[in-house]
T-cell receptor, first 108, second 126 residues
Framework: SSELTQDPAVSVALGQTVRITCQGD??????SSWYQQKPGQAPLLVIY???NRPSGIPDRFSGSSAGDTTTLTITGAQAEDEADYHC???????????FGAGTKVTVL | QVQLQQWGAGLLKPSETLSLTCAVS????????WSWIRQPPGKGLEWIVE???????NYNPSLQRRVTMSIDTSKTQFSLNLSSVTAADTAVYYC????????????????????WSRGTLVTVSS
């Protein structure tokens, strides 16, 4: 598929680990980036490339990839991590950029 | 500290042209590609177009025939025009900076939007 597929929603107990996946053929060619978006706010970059965090992003956020799937992991989820998470990559045909539809993470 | 500040009309009628401008402050404007991205209410993000300092552009094929993006390096600004808007173009529009990522072997294998504006809600309604 030329698109990126994400689960619409996942939930996690406070302090536990949640994995958010994103699947698409283009991920076999390029790494992804992940964005956190809280209601009424602009997206915020949390992970890019192989597994890189911008300055200020807590180390409980990590990324990994295998085949056509990329995964954002939040280890020890906090209440403030409740948000939508969007994956992104470049289309493997060279036509630029794809976004997943987003996954809503609820921290219980 | 780098900031993106955008402005433009927030309410349009069908068939009108959407126009937004994004100003970049505190950055090496010419080093990067700059982009527009939109998000319809309650939906995901959609990339629209990108441009670099020399005016080289790349478009989302689904919007290409209606989109024009321009850049003014002297003002460190770039702009988006989207013609013939319909209700389907109702969305929050963001401007953003694009960065290249080079993996451990030195290949450019990812791109990411590291800086975003606060966004402008553009509503198309008769």
């Amino acid at each position: 598929s030329s698109e990126l597929t994400q689960d619409p929603a996942v939930s996690v107990a406070l302090g536990q680990t949640v994995r958010i996946t994103c699947q698409g053929d283009s991920l076999r060619t390029y790494y992804s980036s992940w964005y956190q978006q809280k209601p009424g706010q602009a997206p915020l970059l949390v992970i890019y490339g192989e597994n890189n965090r911008p300055s200020g992003i807590p180390d409980r956020f990590s990324g990994s990839s295998a085949g056509d799937t990329t995964t954002l992991t939040i280890t020890g989820a906090q209440a403030e991590d409740e948000a939508d998470y969007h994956c992104h990559t470049r289309h493997s045909s060279g036509r630029p950029y794809l976004f997943g539809a987003g996954t809503k993470v609820t921290v219980l | 500290q780098v900031q993106l500040q955008q402005w433009g009309a927030g309410l349009l009628k069908p068939s009108e042209t959407l126009s937004l401008t994004c100003a970049v402050s505190g950055d090496s404007f010419s080093y990067y590609f700059w982009s527009w991205i939109r998000q319809p209410p309650g939906k995901g993000l959609e990339w629209i177009v990108e441009i670099n300092h020399s005016g080289s552009t790349n478009y989302n094929p689904s919007l290409q025939r209606r989109v024009t993006m321009s850049i003014d390096t002297s003002k460190t600004q770039f702009s988006l025009n989207l013609s013939s808007v319909t209700a389907a173009d109702t969305a929050v529009y963001y401007c953003a900076r694009i960065r290249d990522y080079y993996d451990t072997s030195g290949e450019n294998t990812a791109w990411y939007f590291d800086l975003w504006s606060r966004g402008t809600l553009v509503t198309v309604s008769s």
